[in-house]
Structures are given as C-alpha cells and as structure tokens.
C-alpha cells in the first residue's frame, strides 16, 4: 500500500490528537449539582406509618458531591449525595446516604426555577412495607428566611 501523502498524513494525526485531547477532558457535571444546592425547608414521614416531622436543610456542592446537611429536632445529620440512573425507569434520580439509610429522589422546580426534591427513604438492611417520604422546599427567598 503506498504512503499517505504528506498532507493527508498530517491532518489525520492533528484529528486523532483531537480527538484524544477531548476525550481526557472530564464531563461536564449533570445539571443537578448546580441547580439543587441551597436552603430548604422540609417535612417527611417516617417508614412503615411513623410519624410525621419537619425541619431545615442546606444543600451544598463540594468536592464532585451534593452534601446534604438536614437540621430536625436541633440535631444535625449529613450525608452526601450524587447523580445515578435509576436502573427501572431508565432516569437520572438523586441518591443520598447517611450512615443507616438511604434515599432516593426526584428533582422537580418551583415556579421561580428553584429546585424541590420529592424523596423515598428506607433503612440499611430493613423490608419496610411503606418507605418514607421527604419533600424539599426552597426557602433561601422566603421574606422569613432572608439573611
């Protein structure tokens, strides 16, 4: 087969190290991460028929990772959270966990584009037969809870 001609040789080499160079580059991250971070306000039920509460939370991007911080009672909780896709309905969901348990959660917006969070949670290990539920409200705008 006879040599590529010089010209020819040159651009497809400069198209491969194009193509390499883009492929290294990291992902961009998904939408979440910059649209859910920021104070909440929330109310939840726990597992199985528990009992209903409510509390505050703040949502922050750190590190590649959603942190959630959720405020209830005067105790204080973290736990981190990502983007995955839900193997089922084959749609991005967002996953927290805290040590003992876990949740799940579809990621809508208020009418100002805020995000709100609508969350299943169960515990590490346990067959509930109801889940528990957590709804997010953005707060941040609320005239009470302005800085």
Not at 11 to 39: D, I, K, N, R, T
Request: glycine share 10%; charged share 20%.
């Amino acid at each position: 087969m006879p040599p590529l001609p010089r010209v020819a040789s040159t651009l497809l080499g400069l198209l491969l190290g194009s193509l390499a160079a883009h492929a290294a580059q990291a992902p961009e991250p998904h939408f979440y991460y910059a649209m859910v971070p920021g104070h909440y306000l929330f109310i939840g039920k726990d597992p199985d028929g528990g009992a209903t509460y409510s509390g505050t939370a703040q949502i922050r991007f750190e590190n590649q990772v959603l942190t959630l911080v959720k405020t209830l009672e005067g105790k204080t909780s973290t736990a981190i959270g990502k983007v995955e896709r839900a193997i089922i309905a084959e749609t991005n969901v967002l996953r927290f966990r805290w040590p003992g348990h876990s949740s799940t959660c579809l990621v809508g917006s208020d009418l100002d584009n805020y995000a709100r969070l609508t969350c299943y949670w169960v515990r590490d290990g346990v067959e509930h037969q109801e889940p528990g539920l957590e709804a997010y409200f953005p707060s941040a705008n609320w005239p009470g809870q302005r800085d």
